[in-house]
Nanobody
Framework: QVQLQACGGGLVQAGDSLTLSCAAA????????MGWFRQAPGKEREFVAT????????FYTDSVKGRFTISRDSAKNTVYLQMNNLEPEDTAVYSC???????????????????????WGQGTLVTVSS
């Protein structure tokens, strides 16, 4: 059984920093990528960042580029999301995900889609006040 546990959310002020972590526990499995998604109340879930597991290549949605950094610790089976200069628009429930599947050669945005992921964590709430 694979379990993803996301933590690190909280209430911060605009301009503050916060780091989320997501640890994979349980059955060991091969994964090609892990990612972070977020969803605000009344909004659709959106892609935030992803990182390939073997070489750690990151990719970000435009709104967080230059502010967020995704990283992973393979030995700990943990993915992190360091969030700097937070904005009220970043307020959302952040969820981590992992996928065993590799990116199809004809789909450059495969890891930005929630449907590409096999396992999901429970989510952690990040609230940014102005």
């Amino acid at each position: 059984q694979v379990q993803l546990q996301a933590c690190g959310g909280g209430l911060v002020q605009a301009g503050d920093s916060l780091t989320l972590s997501c640890a994979a526990a349980g059955r060991t499995f091969h994964k090609n990528a892990m990612g972070w998604f977020r969803q605000a109340p009344g909004k659709e879930r959106e892609f935030v960042a992803t990182i390939t597991w073997t070489f750690g290549n990151p990719f970000y949605t435009d709104s967080v580029k230059g502010r967020f950094t995704i990283s992973r610790d393979s030995a700990k089976n943990t993915v992190y999301l360091q969030m700097n200069n937070l904005e009220p628009e970043d307020t959302a429930v952040y969820s981590c995900a992992a996928t065993r599947r590799g990116r199809p050669l004809n789909d450059n945005y495969y890891y930005t889609k929630g449907s590409s992921y096999d396992y999901w964590g429970q989510g952690t709430l990040v609230t940014v006040s102005s």
